[in-house]
């Protein structure tokens, strides 16, 4: 955990400016969610980043949980460089709404009151909620960021995640305030309502790598559409460090690639 501490602090210094897919559960609600760290009671379905039941344990913990060990779709993975093709299948339409952020003891999540709609391939899908993930879990051509952000979508027929990261430089505003809040929260804990544009999570170029992948910590189900896009937004050295002063390091390592197609748009 030292080291991994070191390396995140060398990093955050560093930064500057056709698969069928199934119906895939999103995680389980912080009220029974299976992370389980110091001060919280084990379980059979409890799993950690660290430790015993550390990711490389996850397959042997429970047997719903083999596929993280033995998936041939797993996330994340590295994204190389490809010559990008015309874009025309992401249309977004996010409007200001109400949400609540939650303390889920491994990450924070901004979770929307009501569904937001985005279409992807001609599908509809809804915005349901943001989990953050420092440092990022998706790597782009070997690169490691300080954070990853990942807004899940749902549709009658899977489940869609965008990933935008996030590196050191001008201060954000709109994650100021969601800072603000994150500090006040307590773990497994609730914020009140309050008005945030999910159109803040977008880069300014939407420009993205797609490719089929799973959950990245349990159940590791696979049938996940991923969107991850490639041009990063700002925040300040002193914002990442906060989020991270605020929850655990929480990236699962690369996960081989096993010959699946990777487009880029």
């Known amino acids: ?21 199934e119906t895939v559960p999103i995680p389980v609600p912080k009220d029974v969610d299976n992370y389980t ?13 660290d430790g015993l039941r550390g990711f490389m344990n996850w397959p042997s913990l429970n047997p719903a949980y083999e596929i993280c060990g033995n998936g041939r779709r797993q996330s994340p993975i590295n994204l190389t460089w490809l010559k990008p093709s015309p874009n025309n299948r992401l249309r977004v339409s996010y409007q200001p709404t109400d949400v609540i952020i939650n303390n889920k003891g ?11 709609p985005l279409y992807f391939n001609n599908r509809e899908f809804q915005l349901e909620s943001v ?16 954070i990853e952000v990942q807004m899940y979508h749902r549709s009658p027929n899977g489940l869609l995640i965008l990933s935008s990261f996030l590196e050191a430089g001008q201060k954000s ?19 009140q309502r309050l008005l945030f544009d999910p159109q803040n999570l977008l880069p300014s170029k939407l420009n993205y790598y797609q490719y089929s992948g799973s959950l990245t910590y349990p ?11 490639n041009t990063p937004q700002q925040v300040s050295k002193e914002q990442i460090l906060i989020l ?10 690369i996960q081989p690639i096993h010959g699946r197609e990777i487009k880029n748009y």
């Open 37 to 49: 760290s110091e001060g919280v009671p084990d379980n059979p379905w409890a799993w950690d980043y």
């Open 106 to 116: 491994f990450t924070f999540s901004i979770d929307f009151t009501r569904p937001l």
């Open 244 to 253: 991270r002063d605020l929850m655990p390091i929480n990236n699962r390592p």
């Open 173 to 191: 505003s709109w994650f100021e305030t969601f800072l603000n809040i994150a500090k006040t929260v307590k773990p497994q804990k609730s914020s």
């Open 219 to 229: 159940p590791c189900s696979e049938g996940v559409e991923w969107i991850v896009f």
């Open 1 to 21: 955990m030292i080291l991994r501490n070191f390396l995140l602090i060398i990093l955050i210094s560093g930064c500057t400016s056709s698969h069928k897919t």
């Open 131 to 146: 989990e953050f993930h420092s440092p990022s879990e998706h790597q782009i051509s070997n690169k490691v960021f300080p």
